[in-house]
């Protein structure tokens, strides 16, 4: 195993046992949502996945180990510290672990750590992409490289259109990531069911998502999988209010001249900010809504 590598006995246990187990990222307990209901949220996705008979595994990095697996008191620990604790991507992990250092771990770094774990089922509410206005900025999200080489399904609410969705998935087809759509034909974009954008195919069953996870990973091709699953009815929210809430947050981002690393974070809290927090509670709604879906896919590859 990775020396700088550290399983939590429960995560350990079920992976010995080939029990079913889903990996949750740290960002966006540290730098997704506000403290407290970050901690809570994180928390109860993690009730929501042993409830529906697999082990979460929540990813961070943590004075300078890989965490696989965390306590309480660690989950309590990042959310506290919110936006102090780095947001880690994979070009920071060594800087990060040779320095003893925390970060919280995006899409990227989970999907590192939860592949060095033998974990291959993640569940999060949203992945990076090509943003808005890339053909300038070159600013596409290391998560997409990552889907493109490391084996693990990413199971989302589909992407927020503070990035080009159609660009993202043109990025996708080149890397030759599957983007599939659970019982949809069209790409969901996070708040709002619909995108007008399609997926590459819709998949219905739990069983047909790990099938197709489980022929990737048998061929070896390499990269994982994108799963985008639609937020629950009831929790979507009015498309022009949303849509005008982040044309804003992105014409703010870029008059204030907002780069790097701090774009993706900064967008998300002001389209929090702008939405009065309803945004919030639809967050949360699609998340548990993601470690649901994860938790059957993982039960089936466990079984298969
Ligand atoms: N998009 C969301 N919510 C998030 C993120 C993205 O809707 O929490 C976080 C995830 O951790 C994702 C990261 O991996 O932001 C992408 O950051 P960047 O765009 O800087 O690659
Ligand atoms: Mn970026």
Same mark, same amino acid.
């Given at each position: 195993?990775?020396?700088?590598?550290?399983?939590?006995?429960?995560?350990?246990?079920?992976?010995?046992?080939?029990?079913?187990?889903?990996?949750?990222?740290?960002?966006?307990?540290?730098?997704?949502?506000?403290?407290?209901? $970050?901690?809570?949220?994180?928390?109860?996705?993690?009730?929501? =996945?042993?409830?529906?008979?697999?082990?979460?595994?929540?990813? #961070? &990095?943590?004075?300078?180990?890989?965490?696989?697996?965390? @306590?309480?008191?660690?989950?309590?620990?990042?959310?506290?510290?919110?936006?102090? &604790?780095?947001?880690?991507?994979?070009?920071?992990?060594?800087?990060?672990? #040779?320095?003893?250092?925390?970060?919280?771990?995006? &899409?990227?770094?989970?999907?590192?750590?939860?592949?060095?774990?033998?974990?291959?089922?993640?569940?999060?509410?949203?992945?990076?992409?090509?943003?808005?206005?890339?053909?300038?900025?070159?600013? =596409?999200?290391?998560?997409?490289?990552?889907?493109?080489?490391?084996?693990?399904?990413?199971?989302?609410?589909?992407?927020?259109?503070?990035?080009?969705?159609?660009?993202?998935?043109?990025?996708?087809?080149?890397?030759?990531?599957? &983007?599939?759509?659970?019982?949809?034909?069209?790409?969901?974009?996070?708040?709002?069911?619909?995108?007008?954008?399609?997926?590459?195919?819709?998949?219905?069953?739990?069983?047909?998502? #790990?099938?197709?996870?489980?022929?990737?990973?048998?061929?070896?091709?390499?990269?994982?999988?994108?799963?985008?699953?639609?937020?629950?009815?009831?929790? @979507?929210?009015?498309?022009?209010? =949303?849509?005008? #809430?982040?044309?804003?947050?992105?014409?703010?981002?870029?008059?204030?001249?907002?780069?790097?690393?701090?774009?993706?974070?900064?967008?998300?809290?002001?389209?929090?900010?702008?939405?009065?927090?309803?945004?919030?509670?639809? $967050?949360?709604?699609?998340?548990? $809504?993601?470690?649901?879906?994860?938790?059957?896919?993982?039960?089936?590859?466990?079984?298969?």
């Amino acid at each position: 195993m990775n020396k700088y590598l550290d399983i939590s006995p429960e995560v350990r246990e079920a992976l010995a046992n080939g029990r079913p187990v889903v990996a949750l990222e740290s960002t966006i307990i540290s730098h997704g949502m506000p403290y407290p209901q $970050n901690v809570e949220t994180a928390l109860r996705v993690e009730k929501t =996945i042993r409830e529906n008979g697999a082990v979460p595994a929540t990813i #961070a &990095v943590i004075g300078g180990r890989l965490k696989a697996g965390l @306590s309480e008191a660690e989950i309590e620990y990042l959310g506290k510290k919110g936006r102090g &604790v780095a947001k880690a991507s994979r070009r920071d992990l060594p800087v990060l672990v #040779a320095g003893g250092r925390d970060g919280a771990t995006t &899409v990227t770094t989970t999907m590192i750590i939860a592949s060095m774990a033998g974990i291959k089922v993640f569940a999060t509410g949203g992945i990076g992409g090509v943003h808005r206005g890339a053909e300038t900025t070159m600013d =596409i999200s290391a998560d997409l490289e990552e889907l493109a080489q490391t084996p693990v399904m990413v199971i989302c609410a589909g992407a927020k259109s503070i990035l080009d969705l159609g660009l993202t998935l043109e990025y996708l087809e080149t890397k030759g990531v599957p &983007v599939i759509g659970y019982g949809t034909d069209e790409l969901p974009a996070f708040y709002t069911r619909r995108s007008g954008f399609k997926v590459d195919y819709r998949l219905d069953t739990p069983e047909e998502v #790990a099938a197709a996870f489980r022929a990737k990973l048998d061929m070896g091709l390499h990269g994982g999988m994108l799963v985008t699953n639609p937020i629950p009815e009831e929790y @979507s929210m009015d498309p022009e209010r =949303i849509n005008a #809430a982040i044309d804003e947050a992105v014409a703010e981002a870029a008059q204030k001249g907002i780069k790097g690393k701090e774009t993706t974070p900064f967008l998300l809290a002001r389209i929090k900010d702008i939405t009065g927090g309803d945004s919030l509670a639809s $967050n949360i709604q699609l998340v548990l $809504n993601n470690a649901r879906l994860a938790s059957a896919v993982a039960k089936c590859l466990a079984n298969g």
